[in-house]
Structures are given as C-alpha cells and as structure tokens.
C-alpha cells in the first residue's frame, strides 16, 4: 500500500541551475519561517565550505506541509565531484524535481541524475527554471529534455512528463511560460500530483540501511542507513526513511552488515524533520524520513532490522570514479635531497645579501 499523506522528493539539477535557491522559496511561501524573521540566502548550504564557495557539497533535508500533506525534500549537489551524494539519496524517494536552466538547458550533471533516477523507475517533473530571464527559450530546453529523456531509455510513463516554469529568485511557477501564478502554487500541486506517496508495509518487520549523509530508509521488516551526521551530545545520528512497520523510542534493533556479521543496539532517541529542525518523536511510521541515535558504531550501509526475524538490506552501490589518485610518502632515489638543496641554497643568499651589505 502507499501512504497518501506523505510524499517524498529529491530536488537534482546541474551545478548552478538555481535549485537551492528554488529550495529557499518553497521554505519560505510554506511559512517555514516567522514573517519577520531574518533568513539568509541558500538556507540549506549551511555548510562553511558551501558558502565559501558558493554550492552545494553535502545532501541535506528537510520538510514542509502543504494542505495537510508532509512533502520531504532533499536538496542534492549539482557538482559532478559529488555525485556519490545524489545515488545515495535517491533511494529514500519516490520522485525527483529536474531543475534546467531556460537558457543552457540540459548539461552534464543534468544528464548524470536523471539516468540515475530513470533507473530508479521515479517519477520525474521536470522545473525550468529561471523563466525570467530575457533569453530564456523555452521551447528549446524542454525539447532537449525529452531528447534526453529518450537517449537514457525512460519508460513512456517517464516521458510522459510534467513541466513547470519556474524562478525561484522570484518565488513564482506556472504551467505556461508567459503566465506564472504569483506563487509556487503550481509547483506543489504537481509535487502531489506527479509524486506517488511511499510505498510501505505497515504491518511488517523493521528494517533500515546505513548510508553516509543524514537519512534513513526503512525496507520490508528493516531499516536502511542512507547517510550519518554526528551530534556533540548525541553522538551518531543515522538517517533515512521507514519502508515497513513502526519505529519506536528505547526500541531493540538488530544492526547487519551481512547475514553472518549482526550486532543488537538499542535506540535511544528518535526525530522526524519538521519544518527545517528536527522534532523529537517516541515513533515514526513506515514511509516517512526520520533520524535515529544511540547506535555509536553504525555505518552507511548497515542495515537496521528487526531483532528477532531481521535480515541486512544489500549495499547501496555508488557509480565508480573515473578519476583514481593515490596519495603515499616520496620514495623517489632523491627523497630529501631537494630539502637540502633548497637549505643550501637560501644560506649562500643570505650570505651574498651579508656581504653586499658591508
């Protein structure tokens, strides 16, 4: 069965498309936020390195309501370097929002994550965005997009589409790009529309999968870690989402690396992400995204299960690098040799700078 008040999404998109700042307009027009309260930009790169640079580096999520249904979003990174993030965070959801530049259209990156969510069978909307720009051209970018679409094999259901215009500095989308709603109105709706809700198992076994950034995904009788974040008090914190039955505060669990190699733990505590903090919670029911403490040891990939009847989940596979570097000591014949030189180098100057001096 599928919970119908619950829908699951991943935000994916080229570097520099707009999709954070996209984020930040669904936060605030879902009053996230006080009125008066004072927000920065690109809310979801709180990282310090994130805003040096201007991008987004670690997957991170939140949520927000909207006509009483609970729409949990993960912002993803654009950057190629990064794309270990987006595989991992796509199993948590059911559906992705494709943000495209109206300019660029499809790039690189673009072309990386929808493949992966194709391959996922998600459902996919596809967000052009930043419509407001004089060049924009429309037309061109969502005929590239279903081009796309076709070179990476997508189902007729997947091809089959949604498009919204967007511009997420603005704050606005419509189905038309000469007529945007004065709000992100139309994007919601289609989130509700296009996304189907988690499909669960309510009556099964716990299970979960460890990852490594902060989500958990919960399977059959099991409990999948899809990322881990570390707390000074809590210490470490796994995320992910419940797939199947109910987890409890001071539950007994099961952790598995494979069927031969299982631990038992205890969790100690339990949120669920409401709004943009996370809210204490004594249970968390199959389909939603929630946050678990007290297992110190736990690593991406583990599976949380059931202690009784639990079985370990298979590994989350991540697309090999293309680029392999090896970091290890010199061991060059003339290891050291350049220090010295360097030395001596420096000394016969400062002799000479002596010399000339007196």
Same mark, same amino acid.
């Given at each position: 069965m599928r919970r119908r008040d619950i829908r699951n999404i991943a935000i994916v998109a080229h570097v520099d498309h707009g999709k954070t700042t996209l984020v930040d307009a669904m936060l605030k027009q879902a009053k996230v936020f006080r009125d008066n309260q004072v927000v920065q930009e690109r809310i979801m790169d709180s990282n310090d390195l994130e805003r040096e640079r201007g991008i987004t580096i670690l997957s991170k999520n939140t949520s927000i309501s909207y006509k009483d249904m609970k729409i949990n979003i993960i912002d993803t990174p654009g950057h190629s370097d990064f794309g270990g993030e987006v595989e991992r965070v796509l199993n948590m959801v059911e559906g992705v929002l494709l943000?495209?530049?109206?300019?660029?259209?499809?790039?690189?990156?673009?072309?990386?994550?929808?493949?992966?969510?194709?391959?996922?069978? /998600?459902?996919?909307?596809?967000?052009?965005?930043?419509?407001?720009?004089?060049?924009?051209?429309?037309?061109?970018?969502?005929?590239?997009?279903?081009?796309?679409?076709?070179?990476?094999?997508?189902?007729?259901?997947?091809?089959?589409?949604?498009?919204?215009?967007?511009?997420?500095?603005?704050?606005q989308a419509g189905l038309s790009p000469d007529n945007l709603a004065e709000d992100l109105g139309p994007l919601f709706e289609s989130i509700i529309g296009c996304i189907p809700g988690p499909h669960i198992d309510k009556d099964g076994a716990l299970q979960m999968?460890?990852?490594?950034?902060?989500?958990?995904?919960?399977?059959?009788?099991?409990?999948?870690?899809?990322?881990?974040?570390?707390? +000074? /008090?809590?210490?470490?914190?796994? !995320?992910?989402?419940?797939?199947?039955?109910?987890?409890?505060r001071g539950m007994d669990v099961r952790v598995c690396t494979t069927e031969e190699t299982c631990r038992f733990a205890r969790v100690s505590e339990l949120f669920v992400y409401d709004k943009f903090i996370r809210v204490a919670a004594e249970a968390v029911e199959a389909g939603d995204i929630c946050a678990v403490?007290?297992?110190?040891?736990?690593?991406?990939?583990?599976?949380?299960?059931?202690?009784?009847?639990?079985?370990?989940?298979?590994? !989350?596979?991540? +697309?090999?690098?293309?680029?392999?570097m090896a970091f290890s000591i010199n061991t060059s014949p003339f290891v050291g040799r350049e220090v010295c030189y360097q030395i001596d180098i420096l000394k016969i100057n400062s002799v000479d700078q002596q010399f000339n001096t007196e």
């Open positions: 943000v495209v530049d109206s300019v660029e259209g499809p790039m690189p990156q673009t072309r990386f994550v929808l493949k992966k969510a194709l391959e996922f069978g /998600h459902a996919v909307v596809v967000v052009v965005n930043k419509i407001d720009r004089p060049s924009a051209r429309p037309d061109f970018v969502i005929n590239s997009t279903f081009e796309l679409f076709i070179e990476l094999n997508a189902s007729d259901e997947q091809c089959d589409f949604q498009v919204i215009y967007a511009s997420g500095i603005k704050g999968l460890g990852s490594d950034f902060p989500l958990l995904l919960f399977y059959s009788s099991f409990y999948f870690v899809t990322n881990i974040e570390y707390d +000074e /008090h809590k210490g470490r914190i796994a !995320i992910g989402r419940l797939h199947a039955g109910v987890l409890r403490c007290g297992i110190d040891d736990i690593q991406i990939g583990e599976t949380i299960a059931d202690k009784i009847t639990g079985k370990p989940l298979p590994a !989350i596979r991540v +697309e090999e690098p293309t680029v392999k």
